[in-house]
């Protein structure tokens, strides 16, 4: 399927209101959900929707599939197609991991949760997960960082000599390992994780909107949507990822993704 038809196919990003809760779900199946500009935007705007709507009390980001998401599309990258929402790009991948909103956010990891998809389950409030989940920064296996908001905080997350074997080796966590270090919050039987995360979503929504949205803006210390705290990182993180992707492993990394082969690095 190439990227026109698959746009006019099937939107991006699907959403559906259950009571006060607004479930979100990625939308490309046949992709992982990889995210590209298509789900950027898609997420971006029921996001912001949500948090404008006085009756959202809380959001739940789920994949369709077997899949929860595959991570940014590489083969987007190659193509060097913009990944990010055209008109609020600040808002980072996916259109979700810089875009802070005061409704509590679940994510529902209803499979592999690789790279961008890990980072959507670290800017996720919490963090709900299938048996067969499998969470990890593969990144430096194609030449690039895990530059939407993993580097700095999977170490918030995870005990730091936990976190930078994660971040130097790229190798996948168990949903079982990732309950046990306090990575995710639950880990329920495969096919269950929407509903066990509409659930605790529901333990959420009884309680009173305000209090609830206030003490989110506490906890993260936002104000204005904004987590001062985090700012320098993502300055650093910018900074370095702009290095990086000038490199010629850059290059390499998506490129021999595409052409299914190892990729030979050079340093440089």
């Known amino acids: 399927m190439t990227e026109t038809t698959e746009k006019s196919a099937a939107p991006a990003a699907l959403t559906e209101r259950r009571g006060n809760v607004l479930i979100i779900t990625l939308n490309r199946p046949e992709a992982r959900n990889a995210v590209n500009g298509a789900v950027s935007t898609a997420v971006g705007d029921a996001l912001e929707e949500a948090q404008h709507d006085p ?27 913009n990944l990010y929402h055209p008109e609020h790009p600040e808002w980072g991948f996916a259109g979700y991991v810089h875009h802070f909103i005061d409704k509590p ?3 529902a990891v209803n499979g592999t949760a690789l790279g961008g998809g890990s980072e959507l389950a670290l ?11 499998r969470f990890g920064l593969p990144e430096v296996k194609r030449g690039l960082i895990a530059a939407a908001g993993g580097v700095f905080r999977i170490v918030d997350h995870l005990p730091r000599k936990v976190a930078m074997e994660m971040i130097f080796t790229g190798e996948p966590m168990t949903s079982a390992d990732a309950l046990k270090w306090g990575l ?37 210390g936002a104000d204005d949507g904004v987590i001062a705290d985090e700012e320098p990182s993502w300055d650093r993180t910018v900074r370095e990822m702009r290095t990086v ?6 290059k390499e990394g998506p490129l021999a993704f595409a052409e299914k082969r190892q990729p030979v690095w050079k340093a440089k």
């Open 55 to 81: 009756e959202v009390r809380a959001v739940v980001l789920t994949g369709n599939g077997p899949s929860f998401c595959a991570g940014a599309d590489l083969k987007a990258i190659y193509r060097r197609e």
């Open 105 to 107: 956010t679940i994510a």
């Open 123 to 133: 800017a996720s409030d919490l963090v709900v997960a299938e048996e067969r989940a």
């Open 184 to 220: 995710i919050n639950e880990v329920v039987p495969d096919g269950t994780a929407l509903d066990a995360a509409i659930a605790l979503a529901e333990r959420i929504t009884v309680n009173a909107p305000l209090a609830v949205w206030a003490s989110k803006r506490v906890a993260y």
């Open 245 to 250: 992707l000038k490199s010629e492993d850059a």
